[in-house]
């Protein structure tokens, strides 16, 4: 049984839902065939970046029909905060050789973009054929970096959110849909 509470608290504040699992669940789906279509003969590298990214990445790896390989790396830039705190902290390295191929990374969420534009940059070092972004959920206000991202799964406003995967200090990843701050609480 997933845990799909309509609201929760985390460290003493109230999130209530935002974004259904059935919501998510399409809109993944979707994107996997978008994959499978664009992705064809290309046998990409889906590279996701932890914590966040987890539950998305193995929902939509689920949804993806062609050949295709998987890796990670750990970055972190907001510590336990709700806010980033505007540094890259790398904590776990690649393992895969990504010269010559078609790298799909693999985010949570875009929020200042700067996780992400530290990676594309530090992908394209490895002299990969393409680097392609995925975004489940996009604060498309937020983004300060000049990143392209390929695909989104949602635009969103500037909100704090929680859930599938995103914490706040590191609670809530477990919950089975996102969640919102609630600014009545
Ligand atoms: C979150 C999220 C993205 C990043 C987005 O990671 O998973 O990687 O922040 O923010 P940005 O666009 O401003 O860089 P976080 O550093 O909180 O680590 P986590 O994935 O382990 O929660």
């Known amino acids: 049984?997933?845990?799909?509470?309509?609201?929760?608290?985390?460290?003493?504040?109230?999130?209530?839902?935002?974004?259904?699992?059935?919501?998510?669940d399409k809109r993944i789906a979707e994107i996997g065939q978008e994959i499978?279509?664009?992705f064809v003969d290309k046998r990409p590298i889906l590279i996701g970046i932890l914590n966040g990214s987890f539950i998305f990445l193995?929902?939509?790896?689920?949804h993806i029909s062609i050949p295709c390989e998987v890796d990670f790396i750990k970055?972190?830039?907001?510590?336990?905060?709700?806010?980033?705190?505007g540094k890259?902290?790398?904590?776990?390295?690649?393992?895969?050789?990504?010269?010559?191929?078609?790298?799909?990374?693999?985010?949570?969420?875009?929020?200042?973009?700067?996780?992400?534009?530290?990676?594309?940059?530090?992908?394209k070092e490895k002299h990969?054929?393409?680097?392609t972004i995925i975004t489940l959920?996009?604060?498309?206000?937020?983004?300060?970096?000049?990143?392209?991202i390929d695909y989104v799964g949602f635009p969103i406003k500037n909100e704090f959110v929680?859930?599938?995967?995103?914490?706040?200090?590191?609670?809530?990843r477990n919950l089975a849909q996102i969640y919102v701050l609630d600014p009545e609480n």
């Open 1 to 24: 049984m997933f845990y799909l509470p309509d609201e929760v608290f985390v460290n003493g504040e109230r999130f209530k839902t935002y974004i259904s699992k059935e919501t998510l």
């Open 162 to 172: 929680l859930g599938y995967g995103l914490d706040y200090a590191q609670e809530g």
């Open 137 to 148: 959920l996009h604060k498309f206000e937020a983004t300060k970096y000049d990143i392209d």
């Open 36 to 38: 499978n279509r664009d």
């Open 128 to 131: 990969p054929l393409s680097v």
């Open 58 to 62: 193995a929902d939509l790896m689920r």
């Open 88 to 123: 890259v902290t790398e904590r776990k390295e690649l393992d895969a050789n990504v010269e010559g191929r078609h790298i799909i990374l693999v985010e949570d969420i875009v929020d200042t973009g700067l996780s992400l534009s530290y990676m594309v940059k530090k992908m």
């Open 75 to 85: 970055l972190s830039s907001y510590g336990d905060e709700k806010v980033s705190s």
